[in-house]
């Protein structure tokens, strides 16, 4: 069986709105959004990750 990674609706809402209604400033601001929101969550999981090496979960 494959893992097939599907969406939540507003992820694919949201597409729909970008390629269909979105005008430059609200992509510049969607795009705001969405870096800072990825990026947070990235450090969070980095950080999650690190300290389970830390305590020896990782092995």
Known sequence: ????YCPPRA???TIRFIHQDATLEQLIQI????DY??????????L??????????GK
């Open 1 to 4: 069986m494959k893992n097939k």
């Open 31 to 34: 795009k705001k959004l969405l």
């Open 48 to 57: 999650i990750n690190l300290k389970a090496v830390k305590e020896g979960v």
């Open 11 to 13: 992820i694919k809402k």
């Open 37 to 46: 929101t990825i990026n947070s969550r990235k450090k969070k999981l980095e």
